[in-house]
C-alpha cells in the first residue's frame, strides 16, 4: 500500500488540479490515497500501530477566515488494521469498537483560531462508541502545489469512550493513552 | 580447570556449566509449556500477559544461551564417558541441535512477534527492533516456524532428558552425576 501512495501523488495532483483548481472558493476536497489517520495504544509497555482505512471528510476552510471553518469527519472504525487478523476481530467486539452498534467515529468542529502562521487549533466534538468528548486538535498547515496537507497528533483517554471495557479496562495492560496522528492531503485550500 | 573430580572418579561439569544448565532447564521447559498452552487461548488480559511473559523469557533465554555457548566454547567439558560410537555420535549431536534451537526458536518467534506488529519490549521497558515488517501473509509463515522449532526443541529436551535416564538407571555409568549440583 505504501508503494501504492508514493505513486499515487503525482496523478493525483493531475486530477485533483484538473478537477477543482477552477473553483476556487468552492468546498475544500480530501484526498484519501495521499491521506492517513493513524492510532498508536500501548499494551504493556508495547507500542501498536493500527490505521483507519476508510474515512471522509466535509471541509469548508479558508485560512484568511479560520473562524468561519466547519470542519466534519466521519471515520470507519470496522477499517481498523492492526498488524494481525486475530487482533483486527478483536478490535470489532462490544468491548472495543462495538462495530455493528457504532460503525462509525465522528468529529465535528465547533471553533478553529489560528495559533501561529500555518497552525490552528480546531476545537470540537469527538464522538465513538455513543460517547461524545470535547478536544482540541493542533493542526498545521503546509501548502505544496495544488495540494494542502493539515497534520497533527493528539491524545485521547480510550475509557473515555468505552474502549476496551469489561476485561480489558485495566490501563496497567492497555495504556488509557491512544495517540492519534493524522496527515490529511487536501484541495482547493486559499493560500495560507 | 573446568571440571572438578568427583568422589567415583568420573569428572564434572564446572559449577556455572551446571548453574547454566539447570537454570535454562526450567526456563526452556516453562516457556515451552506456556507456549503451548497458550496458544489455544481466546484473546483475553491474560492471554496478552502471557503472550508477554513468553516473549521476555524467551529473548531471556537467547541472551543466556549465548553465554552460555560463550563459556562452552572456552572451557572444555569433561570427557565423554565409555559408551558406544553411534550414542556418543547422538549425543553430540543431540548437544548442538539444542543450542541450535535455543536461538533459533525464540528468533523466529521475536520475527513473529514484529510481523503481527506487535514488536517485543523485554520486560516492558527494552523495545528491540523489528527485523521484518509487519506483514500478514509473512506472521502467519513465521508462526508455523515458531511452532515447528518449539515441537523439535521439545522433542530433542526429550530425547536429553531420556537418554540422561538411561545412563543414570539402567547403564548406572554415572554420567548424570557430572552435571547433578554438589550436594553440600
Known amino acids: 500500500m505504501t508503494t501504492m501512495m508514493k505513486a499515487l501523488p503525482a496523478v493525483s495532483a493531475l486530477f485533483t488540479l484538473a478537477m477543482f483548481a477552477p473553483s476556487a472558493g468552492a468546498q475544500q476536497k480530501i484526498v484519501p490515497a495521499q491521506s492517513e489517520i493513524a492510532f498508536t495504544s500501548k499494551q504493556m509497555g508495547v507500542p501498536v500501530d493500527g490505521k483507519f482505512k476508510k474515512f471522509d471528510a466535509q471541509v469548508a476552510f479558508d485560512p484568511k477566515q479560520p473562524q468561519a471553518a466547519k470542519i466534519a469527519f466521519t471515520i470507519d472504525l470496522g477499517s481498523a488494521t492492526l498488524g494481525s487478523a486475530e487482533t483486527e476481530a478483536e478490535l470489532a467486539k462490544p468491548d472495543w469498537f462495538n462495530t455493528k452498534a457504532f460503525p462509525q467515529a465522528t468529529f465535528e468542529s465547533s471553533a478553529v483560531k489560528a495559533s501561529a502562521p500555518g497552525r490552528f487549533d480546531v476545537a470540537g466534538k469527538l464522538v465513538i462508541k455513543g460517547a461524545a468528548q470535547d478536544v482540541t486538535v493542533p493542526v498545521v498547515l503546509a501548502q505544496a502545489g495544488a495540494n494542502t496537507t493539515a497534520s497533527g497528533a493528539f491524545v485521547i483517554k480510550r475509557l473515555d469512550f468505552k474502549i476496551g471495557d469489561g476485561d480489558w479496562k485495566d490501563t496497567s495492560m492497555v495504556a488509557n493513552d491512544v495517540q492519534i496522528k493524522f496527515k490529511l492531503t487536501l484541495t482547493g485550500v486559499g493560500p495560507l | ?184
Do not use: C
Not at chain 2, 7 to 16: F, I, K, N, P, Q
Not at chain 2, 95 to 103: D, E, Q, R, V
Open chain 2, 1 to 184: 580447570m573446568s571440571s572438578t573430580r568427583t568422589l567415583a572418579g568420573a569428572e564434572r561439569y564446572s559449577g556455572v556449566a551446571i548453574a547454566f544448565h539447570w537454570l535454562l532447564a526450567v526456563m526452556i521447559i516453562g516457556s515451552l509449556s506456556v507456549g503451548f498452552y497458550m496458544s489455544d487461548l481466546p484473546m483475553s488480559p491474560t492471554r496478552l500477559k502471557l503472550f508477554n511473559w513468553h516473549k521476555w523469557a524467551g529473548i531471556t533465554i537467547m541472551a543466556l544461551s549465548g553465554l552460555r555457548l560463550l563459556w562452552r566454547l572456552t572451557h572444555r567439558p569433561p570427557p565423554d564417558v565409555a559408551m558406544p560410537r553411534w550414542q556418543r555420535v547422538a549425543a553430540h549431536a543431540t548437544h548442538w541441535a539444542l543450542y541450535a534451537l535455543f536461538f533459533l526458536t525464540p528468533l523466529a518467534g521475536w520475527a513473529y512477534s514484529s510481523a503481527t506488529g506487535f514488536p517485543v519490549v523485554v520486560f516492558g521497558v527494552l523495545p528491540l527492533p523489528d527485523f521484518v515488517p509487519v506483514d500478514k501473509a509473512l506472521a502467519e509463515t513465521l508462526k508455523s516456524r515458531h511452532h515447528l522449532m518449539a515441537f523439535l526443541l521439545a522433542a530433542v529436551v526429550l530425547l536429553h532428558i531420556g537418554a540422561a535416564l538411561k545412563h543414570h538407571f539402567l547403564d548406572r555409568d554415572g554420567l548424570l552425576m557430572r552435571m547433578w549440583p554438589r550436594h553440600s
